[in-house]
């Protein structure tokens, strides 16, 4: 089974409007973290925001949201007001606590276009 | 920015040889990460390190071996490059298991097998 599941190859937002990009995950483990990363078109990955597995409330980075559903296993990233230099590869990765694995799954992506 | 970089950025090769990426972190960071991008994979583990000497493999390791000698370098090695191998590779860091901010990832480096 996937880890961490993205059903959305592609996206499409108006300028200035709020979009949210689904993420779904897999694990037993009762410690993980949830990340999404953004990559544009030059190709760095950036750390965008996280979430723990107890934290209670949302995480919130600006104008990235982290809509954590955790009996659902959902984490769905939400870009508010968006822009043009949002237009980027949106991944979800997830990392399950415990041993030195340390080990980090990702998904497929998401690929956002801001449409001015 | 996490100091981390790789070298070659970009390679081109022929089926058959051997070839060796690096990553160099200037950070101290315990955890060192070797993935490779495809489409319609995402970014996939080929193997990992959890200290000097400490290495453990991915979910896509087959045909590739890693080294670390020194907490700063990280090594991935094709022994007998393939095609299937044509990937861009990302290095990633992290501090200690459970940081929140995950992994600081290189710059990636495009390898073409042909």
């Known amino acids: 089974a996937q880890k961490i599941t993205q059903t959305q190859p592609g996206m499409f937002v108006q300028e200035k409007e709020a979009v949210t990009l689904d993420c779904t995950y897999d694990t037993s483990d009762p410690s993980y973290g949830l990340f999404w990363y953004k990559q544009p078109s030059s190709g760095e990955m950036i750390f965008l925001i996280y979430q723990g597995s107890y934290d209670q409330q949302n995480a919130t980075e600006g104008r990235y949201s982290l809509n954590f559903q955790k009996a659902r296993k959902s984490a769905n990233l939400v870009i508010s007001a968006s822009q043009l230099g949002d237009s980027a590869m949106y991944f979800c990765?997830?990392?399950?606590?415990?041993?030195?694995?340390?080990?980090?799954?990702f998904g497929t992506g998401t690929s956002l276009t801001v449409i001015p | 920015d996490a100091g981390i970089t790789q070298s070659p950025r970009h390679k081109v090769t022929e089926t058959g040889t051997p070839v060796t990426l690096r990553c160099h972190q200037t950070?101290?960071?315990?955890?060192m990460y070797w993935y490779r991008q495809d489409p319609g994979h995402g970014l996939r583990l080929i193997h990992y390190s959890y200290g000097v000497k400490d290495t453990d493999k991915g979910e896509v390791s087959d045909g590739y071996s890693v080294s670390r000698s020194k907490t700063e370098d990280f090594l991935l090695t094709l022994e007998s490059a393939t095609s299937s191998q044509t990937s861009v590779y990302f290095c990633a860091i992290s501090e200690v298991a459970g940081a929140p901010t995950g992994q600081f990832f290189g710059p990636g480096t495009r390898l073409t097998v042909l």
């Open positions: 950070e101290n960071h315990r955890y």
């Open positions: 990765a997830m990392r399950e606590g415990g041993g030195t694995g340390n080990q980090f799954y």
